[in-house]
């Protein structure tokens, strides 16, 4: 009796939780979608991938694997919260996790994943045609939509270079616009991740610049967005190397790095009062 009456307890914690999550969620959604798990450990790591405070509340249920999920409508969907579940290692009806995320999961909540249906010939060949061109669309409108993001750091790199504030806040006006015209359910899971942690920086940032054509100023943004950047491009498809360079005395002696697209040292920090100051510390490929 003491085991029964302990399990309704927390449930209903549980549940008052989940309730007054979801009542702090604005413009909020509820639906309930499957997903794969076994035991209560598998709730634990499913609802706190799910989770996102005021935008995003996930109750799992373990005994008929459906997930009630209540979302900010204006500002994420279902899809982005069931992406970062599958790389949580959890499966659902939408999005397969990595099998290295499954089988990292712990023995006890490695769920019977569901069997693909066989098919013929024909249709396995067309079905992979198909594949291969969706996945060649989704690479070519990630890279259409980055291609300008990162276009447009460069250019506002350049212009820091030439110590020319003016140029280098309209460049910095038009990264604004295009980090905001990026739609990150088009983005591969693996940059999606990374946007997702680095969006709303890089948008501050990019507005600090182009808000003023105080060089000093811009140049201390500058050191944070490509930070940022950086993270960026590591996880992108880059047809050209990219240089990774740090120059010891910016920042205040503290060091600061920037991206270029030629290992030539040109820095952004100083200008023509020490242009060759820094070197390359990493190419990215």
């Known amino acids: 009796m003491k085991y029964s009456i302990s399990n309704i307890l927390v449930a209903a914690i549980m549940l008052l939780t989940f309730t007054i999550s979801s009542a702090q969620i604005k413009n909020s959604v509820t639906e309930n979608v499957k997903i794969y798990g076994n035991c209560g450990m598998c709730e634990k790591t499913i609802e706190k991938a799910g ?23 204006k500002k994420t969907n279902q899809d982005e919260i069931l992406k970062r579940i599958a790389l949580a290692g959890y499966d659902s009806d939408t999005f397969l996790a990595p099998d290295k995320a499954y089988s990292e999961l712990p023995d006890c909540c490695q769920y019977d994943r569901e069997s693909k249906i066989a098919v013929n010939a024909t249709t396995e060949n067309h079905e992979n045609h198909t594949n291969h061109m969706d996945m060649k669309n989704t690479t070519m409108q990630q890279e259409n939509q980055l291609t300008a993001v990162f276009d447009n750091y460069f250019a506002v790199k350049d212009a820091l270079v030439s110590s020319d504030g003016a140029t280098a806040s309209e460049k910095s006006k038009m990264l604004l616009s295009n980090l905001e015209a990026v739609k990150m359910d088009q983005l591969e899971m693996d940059v999606h991740m990374v946007w997702m942690k680095v969006f709303t920086n890089m948008k501050e940032d990019a507005k600090h610049i182009a808000d ?39 920042n205040k002696g503290k060091g600061a790095n920037w991206l270029s ?25």
């Open 51 to 73: 989770n996102l405070k005021n935008l995003a509340a996930v109750d799992w249920n373990k005994d008929t694997k459906m997930a009630s999920i209540t979302y900010d409508a």
């Open 212 to 250: 003023t054509k105080d060089i000093v100023h811009q140049r201390e943004r500058f050191i944070n967005l490509s930070k940022n950047m950086y993270e960026l491009i590591k996880v992108s498809k880059m047809e050209n190397p990219i240089y990774y360079q740090f120059c010891p005395m910016a």
């Open 261 to 285: 697209k030629e290992n030539a040292v040109k820095n952004p920090y100083y200008g023509s009062m020490m242009m060759t100051c820094g070197k390359t510390v990493e190419i990215i490929k």
